[in-house]
C-alpha cells in the first residue's frame, strides 16, 4: 500500500482483535505502530508477538486525562502522530429491558465518548500538524438494528455520524472515516461461539464465514494510504454481504 | 531456582528487608519489580539484578496512594505480563506512647504499615485469580503479636497485619495464599532510625538482643529466607499463619 511507509500510527483498543491484527498489518507496511488499550495483560502479550512496536499505552478512553497522557507519550515515542485508528470499544449483550443504567453508562463511555475523546485529541494534533488520518471502527451493527445491543448500536450510529461531521470540519487538511466491520471472528469471539452457533450465524452471511481480524485491517490500511486520498467522510462496511440485502441476506 | 518463571512485587524494597528479600527472589528466578518511595536506593536495587543477569525494575511508588499502587501493578504487567508473588513491606516506625504520638504520625503509620496492603492487595488479586494461583505476604512483626514500650501505633499497626492477613486468606483461598512474617529486631536502618527516634545509639539495641535465645538481632536476610518459605510451593498448605522470626524474642527469657 502506497504512503504507509514510516507513517507514524496510533491504534486504541490496539492489543487484541481487530485492532492487533491492524497493529501486525501497518507494521508489516512498515509503518511506525504504538497501541493503546486498558487491559495490562494483553498489551504485554502484543508486546511478546509484535517485538517492533514503537510503544504500548495503557489508558482507559473514557478517561480524558489518560487520553491526553498516552497521547502526549505516542507522540513522545514516535515524533508525531499521522494515523489514528480510533478502535476501543466494548459490548454488553443483554435485552433492551435488563439494560442497567451503569451498563448503559459503561458502554456510552467508552464507544462514544472515548472516541470522541481521542478524536479529538488527535484532531487538534493533526490540524496544527496541516495533516493526518482519523479512522474510527463503527460496525454494522451502527447501520441496522439488532436485538440485544441496543447500546452498543446507538454508540456505533453515533460513532458513523460523529466521522461525517469531523470530516466536514477537519478538511481538507485531515481525513476522516469509517469502518463498519460485520461478524468478525476474534479469538473472543470464537472462544464464545459453540461450533454450531458459529454454523448458525455463518449460514445467514453471504459469503458464508465471518471475517478475519486482517480482513479489517486491510481496509484500515487501504483508507490510511495514499491510495484513498480522494476519500474522506465515508463509511465503509466490510460484512461478508451480510447487510446487502437486507431481510432478503437473512 | 524455588521461584523460577515466578513475578514478584516487593515494596519497601529499596532497603533493610525489602531490599535483602529482592535479591533472593532474584536469585531464586523471579523477576522482580521494586516499589519504593526512595528512588535513588531502589534503582540501585534493580540495577544490582540486572547486572547479576536478572529480571528487575523499579517504580517509585508511595504505597498509600492507591493512584501509585494502580501504576505499580500496571507497570509490573506491562513488563512481566503476570504477578505471582506479592510482599507487602514498606513499613514505618514512630516510638512514642499515646501521650506524646503527634496525630499525624498516628495516620501516617496506619497509611504506610496497613493501608497500603489493602490499596496493593486489590490491585493485584485480580490478576492472581485469573491466573489461578498467588501467595501474598505481608510483613507484620513480633510486636503484632505482643505489645512492646513506647510504640503504640506500630504494634496496633503490626498487630492490624496479622489479623489481616488472616481475614484476606479466608476470603481469597483457596487460589491465594496470605501469610504474614513477624520479624524480631532487625539489623536495618530502621532499627537505626529507631534508636535515634529514643534518643539511643544503636549499641544498645544490639545489646538489648543479647537477651534472647539466639543472642543476637537477626540479618535482613534471614528474615528474607522466611518471605520466600512463604512465597514458593514449599509452603503450598500454608495460609493465614504469622511465621515468627526472631532469634526466639517472643519465646521468652531465660
Redesign the interface.
Known amino acids: 500500500m502506497r504512503g504507509l511507509e514510516a507513517k507514524r500510527v496510533l491504534i486504541t483498543g490496539g492489543a487484541s482483535g481487530i485492532g492487533a491484527a491492524t497493529a501486525a498489518r501497518f507494521l508489516d507496511e512498515g509503518s511506525v505502530v504504538c497501541v493503546l488499550d486498558c487491559d495490562p495483560v494483553a498489551l504485554h502479550r502484543i508486546k511478546q508477538e509484535l517485538p517492533d512496536l514503537a510503544g504500548i499505552l495503557p489508558a482507559d478512553v473514557s478517561d480524558l486525562k489518560q487520553v491526553q497522557a498516552a497521547f502526549a507519550e505516542a507522540i513522545r515515542l514516535m515524533g508525531g502522530v499521522d494515523v489514528l485508528i480510533n478502535n476501543a470499544g466494548i459490548s454488553i449483550r443483554h435485552s433492551f429491558l435488563d439494560i442497567t443504567p451503569e451498563e448503559w453508562d459503561k458502554v456510552i463511555a467508552v464507544n462514544l465518548t472515548g472516541v470522541f475523546y481521542v478524536a479529538q485529541t488527535a484532531a487538534r494534533h493533526m490540524m496544527e500538524r496541516g495533516s493526518g488520518v482519523i479512522l474510527q471502527t463503527a460496525s454494522t451493527n451502527g447501520i441496522m438494528g439488532y436485538p440485544f445491543y441496543a447500546d452498543y448500536n446507538a454508540t456505533k450510529a453515533g460513532v458513523i455520524e460523529l466521522t461525517k461531521s469531523m470530516a466536514l470540519e477537519l478538511a481538507p487538511k485531515v481525513r476522516v472515516c469509517a469502518v463498519a466491520p460485520g461478524y468478525v471472528l476474534t479469538p473472543m469471539q470464537r472462544a464464545e461461539y459453540t461450533d454450531a452457533m458459529l454454523e448458525e450465524v455463518n449460514r445467514k452471511i453471504p459469503l458464508r464465514r465471518h471475517a478475519q481480524p486482517e480482513e479489517i485491517a486491510a481496509l484500515f490500511a487501504f483508507l490510511a494510504s495514499d491510495e484513498a486520498q480522494y476519500i474522506t467522510g465515508q463509511v465503509y462496511t466490510c460484512d461478508g454481504g451480510e447487510i446487502a440485502g437486507g431481510l432478503a441476506s437473512r | 531456582m524455588q521461584l523460577d518463571g515466578k513475578v514478584a512485587i516487593v515494596t519497601g524494597g529499596a532497603s533493610g528487608i525489602g531490599r535483602a528479600t529482592a535479591l533472593l527472589f532474584a536469585r531464586e528466578g523471579a523477576a522482580v519489580v521494586i516499589g519504593d518511595v526512595n528512588p535513588t536506593a531502589g534503582q540501585e536495587v534493580a540495577d544490582e539484578i540486572v547486572r547479576g543477569g536478572g529480571r528487575a525494575l523499579f517504580e517509585s511508588a508511595d504505597v498509600t496512594s492507591a493512584a501509585d499502587c494502580r501504576r505499580l ?2 507497570r509490573t ?6 504477578i505471582d508473588v506479592l510482599f507487602n513491606n514498606a513499613g514505618i516506625i514512630r516510638r512514642a506512647t499515646v501521650m506524646d504520638l503527634r496525630e499525624e504520625d498516628w495516620d501516617r503509620v496506619m497509611a504506610v504499615n496497613v493501608k497500603s496492603i489493602y490499596l496493593l492487595s486489590r490491585e493485584v488479586i485480580p ?1 492472581m485469580e ?1 491466573q489461578g494461583a498467588g501467595s501474598i505476604i505481608n510483613t507484620s512483626s513480633g510486636w503484632g503479636l505482643a505489645g512492646g514500650a513506647k510504640a503504640v501505633v506500630y504494634c496496633a499497626s503490626k498487630g492490624a497485619v496479622v489479623l489481616l492477613t488472616k481475614a484476606m486468606a479466608i476470603d481469597h483461598g483457596p487460589r491465594i495464599r496470605v501469610n504474614c512474617i513477624c520479624p524480631g529486631d532487625t539489623d536495618t536502618r530502621m532499627l537505626r532510625a529507631e534508636a535515634a527516634q529514643l534518643g539511643e545509639d544503636a549499641g544498645s539495641f544490639l545489646a538489648d538482643a543479647a537477651k534472647r535465645p539466639l543472642g543476637r538481632v537477626g540479618s535482613a536476610d534471614e528474615i528474607a529466607q522466611a518471605v520466600l518459605f512463604l512465597a514458593s510451593d514449599a509452603s503450598s498448605f500454608v495460609t493465614g499463619t504469622s511465621l515468627v522470626v526472631d532469634g526466639g524474642g517472643l519465646a521468652g527469657t531465660g
Open positions: 501493578v500496571v504487567i506491562l513488563e512481566f505480563g503476570r490478576h485469573k
